[in-house]
């Protein structure tokens, strides 16, 4: 069971990376696509700034490659493997994946990102939650 305190909390559930307690983003679904990466500036139980410095996320960048190619991976298991399409359907199932789920993970991408640089605080989230 994945609890507060966990990093993979914090990356799955988009929240503050040192108290679990906010989400990190203005609007908390991510398939509005005008607001999937605006980010709070801080997060108002703890203080924690999340830009750490100017173009901090161009990271994630990174991250995304990886997430995206993931995602592209489980699609073609999914499609060629178990149920046996052929090579075309398994490349239309991997492009629909990568356009359906993009918001996903850019915002994965950014929470991953994020949890590299920033560790849960035990003590903020007593004095806080």
Not at 20 to 37: A, G, W
Not at 99 to 122: E, H, T
């Amino acid at each position: 069971m994945i609890k507060k305190g966990m990093k993979l909390y914090s990356i799955l559930f988009g929240t503050c990376p040192k108290c679990h307690q906010e989400s990190m983003y203005v609007e908390k679904n991510p398939y509005i696509i005008s607001d999937t990466l605006k980010i709070n500036d801080k997060c108002s139980h703890c203080n924690t700034t999340y830009r750490m410095e100017p173009s901090f996320f161009y990271g994630s960048m990174y991250v995304s490659y990886g997430v995206g190619i993931a995602f592209a991976i489980t699609a073609f298991v999914i499609s060629f493997l178990m149920l046996e399409s052929s090579l075309g359907i398994a490349f239309l199932s991997i492009i629909a994946t990568l356009v359906v789920f993009m918001p996903i993970i850019m915002r994965l991408s950014r929470n991953i990102w994020i949890n590299l640089f920033m560790s849960y605080d035990k003590s903020l989230a007593k004095k806080n939650g």
